[in-house]
């Protein structure tokens, strides 16, 4: 089942490599490693669809795993 989120795209002090998706909710989602082309730019306002990946387990654990399969630029 595939969900949207808005928020704003940033980089995490946390682990090398780490992008994460600041909701507008107020809560951080780590974006799983093979995101789309484009997305992964710091301070990027964007609207994606995506879905949870319960079945991963990451480093630098930030919030849950987002993989996203599409965004637009807001």
Do not use: C, H
């Not at 808005?6 to 780490?18: C, F, L, R, Y």
């Not at 107020?26 to 079945?55: C, H, M, N, W």
């Amino acid at each position: 089942m595939s969900i949207s989120i808005i928020g704003k795209v940033e980089q995490s002090p946390m682990s090398a490599g780490t992008w994460a998706l600041n909701a507008t909710t107020g809560e951080t989602y780590e974006i799983y490693q093979d995101a789309p082309s484009g997305l992964l730019k710091a301070g990027q306002s964007v609207k994606v669809k995506g879905k949870f990946r319960e079945d991963v387990m990451t480093v630098a654990m930030i919030g849950p795993v987002l993989q996203v399969e599409s965004f637009e630029v807001m």
